[in-house]
């Protein structure tokens, strides 16, 4: 089992860059795929990135590709998401998340965080 805590949101403007992170609880960190989701009022939770355990496989959703970066320190049991060229429609409440399954698949996370709000102002 994994615990997961979330920090690093907060209030932008359009165009700034914001990193949150994700630090992990318990000795098995590197066994996770990890990702990131968001949930804008009204809306699904969404993956929009994700690592595998080794770090050498990233998923990104087309919304965010070429302005986030997901990455990971096993070493430290950390997690970060690089937020870059931010969006008013990027405002929505971030989780960080974990899966045990050997790939990726966004219903298949099973460990989540309490969440980070991002808001980014026009």
């Known amino acids: 089992q994994v615990q997961l805590v979330e920090s690093g949101g907060g209030l932008v403007q359009a165009g700034d860059s914001l990193r949150l992170s994700c630090a992990a609880s318990?000795?098995?960190?590197?066994?996770?795929?990890m990702g990131w989701f968001r949930q804008a009022p009204g809306k699904e939770r969404d993956l929009i990135a994700a690592m595998s355990t080794s770090g050498r496989i990233t998923y990104y959703a087309d919304s965010v590709k070429g302005r986030f970066t997901i990455s990971r320190e096993n070493a430290d049991n950390t997690m970060y998401l690089q937020m870059n060229s931010l969006k008013p429609e990027d405002t929505a409440v971030y989780y960080c998340?974990?899966?045990?399954?050997?790939?990726?698949?966004?219903?298949?996370?099973?460990?989540w965080g309490q969440g980070t709000q991002v808001t980014v102002s026009s």
């Open positions: 318990g000795r098995t960190f590197d066994t996770y795929i």
């Open positions: 998340a974990a899966s045990g399954l050997g790939t990726i698949v966004p219903g298949k996370f099973d460990y």
